[in-house]
Every structure is written in C-alpha cells, then in structure tokens.
C-alpha cells in the first residue's frame, strides 16, 4: 500500500481495530510496563523494510478531477490543514466522523472507492467512516461542490472500480506503482509510509536487527513451512512473494492473505502463522489494541 517524511516523521500510532480499545499517542508496546508487559502477544520489529508513497488514484478520463485533486493536496498542506487532520489520528486531536450519501446518479456526486479496514486512513463506527483519508474526501467533496458517496469493497477492488469508472476516485492508503497505474491515475503523494515485521511477543529473533537487510536475511533462511501473513493486494503481498517491478525477491516463506491487517495478527496471535507483513502504522496499532485485551 504507500506515502511526507519530514512532516510525519513524528507521527506515531493510531487505533485498527473495529471493536478493539483505540490507540493512544502516547502509548507503544515496547514502551508498556507491569501488568500490560506480561499480557504482550505480540510486537512490532521497528526496522523499516520498504520506503513508500501513498496517493489518490483518479479515474483516467477526469483529467479535471485530478487537477484539482493536486491542487487541493498542495493547498492542505501548505495551510496547515492536513497536519490537523493528522493529528486527529496520531495526536492528540478528535477525528472527526464522516457520513456517506447515497449513491443517485442524478445527483451531482464525488464517488470514493475505499477498502474501510485500513486505520487510520480509513475505518468505521457504525454506519460513519474516519480515517485521514476520509476526512480529506469529505473536504475534497465540499471544495468541488459535490456529495459525497463512499463505497466500500475489497482492498484488491478498488483501482479495479475506478478502472471500470464505477468510481471516481480511489482513498485507500494506496501505494504508487505500475501495475495500479494501469487502471488510475495517481495524484502527488501526499504521505510516506513503509513495511514493518511483526512477531509474538517473545520472539527474540530479531531483536538486534538494525537494517531491511538484517530482517531479510533471518527471513531467507527459513522456508516454505513458514508462514507469513498480508493483507491482501498489499505492498506487504508484494514483499513476501517477490515482485520484479519493486525490486523485491520475494521469501521463501508462504504467503497467506487476508482481507485486512487486523485478521491477520490475531491469526498470528492463534498460532496460525509465524509472522505478519503489513505497513507501519496499522503494525504498530493493531499490535498495541491486541495487546491491550486482556
């Protein structure tokens, strides 16, 4: 999945999951004492195995719209507004919750495909969507003077929807790279991102490593017995199962998909899987609301 470095380098958790207590900013795994220490399932290896962008994907025949998707990047950004809303989901601000209208073609409309299992760019509370992401359609919608409509799918659907011009615009944490861009057209990148490893918590494998390297290099030795888990249509897919256009040689491990982040760790916590692969942020908050349950 995808991408501003110098602004969210101190950026650091956010809450994951649906029914799970939410994140606290001031609050990591690594850091929990006590009682929270002893009931730790899992962890994050803080060691950065991928740098990414994340982006828009607009459809390819509304040059306009991504015009003023571009246009309106750079204008959040240089008032200050994105950091706001950042702060909402990393700091200490309130997130603000987002309603979706229904889908009537004879309205004027702004058509957002979303994968809504993703924190903190996009996720639920009951029938309302937060996420960095979902706030920023929600302005995107008011700047062009339309109603905004969410629609909801598979991760792995979304540049497909846009694609096929069912939406107007892709919001998921998407990472730029060719293969989407057969079926979107990017916007700027507007946020950095990376892969993150993430082990039970008495795992000690990997705790002196210091580079993607020495990561790798532990993971090369193993073999198809172990299994690491994605969410599928990811960057983290992407990384475990080798993709030549990235530059990544793929695991000797197994590749196991699920539909987000989420379900994937609490396999790992069942003992299913030896590992998970996913980006930094949902990594470091789903570890920490799993961890947080007693």
């Known amino acids: 999945m995808k991408k501003l470095s110098k602004v969210l380098s101190i950026l650091l958790c956010f ?57 309106f990047i750079a204008e959040i950004k240089d008032s200050g507004m994105f950091d706001e809303i950042c702060n909402k989901y990393f700091g200490d601000g309130t997130p603000t919750p987002v309603t979706s209208a229904a889908l009537d073609p004879s309205k004027d409309q702004l058509l957002v495909a979303t994968n809504a299992a993703f924190e903190p760019f996009e996720y639920t509370s009951g029938d309302q969507y937060l996420g960095i992401d979902m706030e920023i359609a929600s302005l995107l919608a008011q700047k062009l003077d339309k109603e905004l409509v969410i629609q909801n ?24 790279n060719e293969e989407r861009k057969e079926y979107v057209t990017f916007s700027e990148s507007y946020y950095s991102a990376a892969q993150k490893l993430i082990v039970a918590a008495d795992d000690t494998e990997f705790d002196s490593c210091a580079t993607a390297d020495d990561v790798v290099a532990i993971l090369n030795a193993k073999d198809s017995t172990t299994k690491i888990g994605v969410q599928n249509g ?41 590992y998970v692969i996913i980006d930094s942020a949902p990594a470091d908050c789903i570890t920490e609301a799993i961890n947080s349950v007693a």
Do not use: R
């Open 15 to 71: 809450a994951l999951v649906a029914g799970f207590a939410a994140c606290s900013a001031n609050q990591s795994t690594s850091s929990n004492g006590g009682d929270a220490a002893q009931a730790a399932k899992v962890k994050v290896i803080d060691v950065d195995l991928t740098s990414e962008e994340y982006a828009f994907g607009v459809d390819k025949d509304q040059a306009d719209l991504l015009a003023s998707v571009n246009e």
């Open 234 to 274: 990811t960057t983290g897919q992407f990384f475990v199962e080798g993709d030549a256009e990235w530059g990544f040689d793929g695991l000797p491990a197994t590749c196991v998909g699920y539909k987000n982040g989420s379900l994937a760790v609490q396999d790992l916590v069942n003992g299913n899987l030896n």
């Open 153 to 176: 799918m598979d991760f792995d659907s979304v540049c497909l929807s846009v694609g096929q011009h069912k939406s107007d615009i892709a919001m998921a944490g998407l990472t730029i």
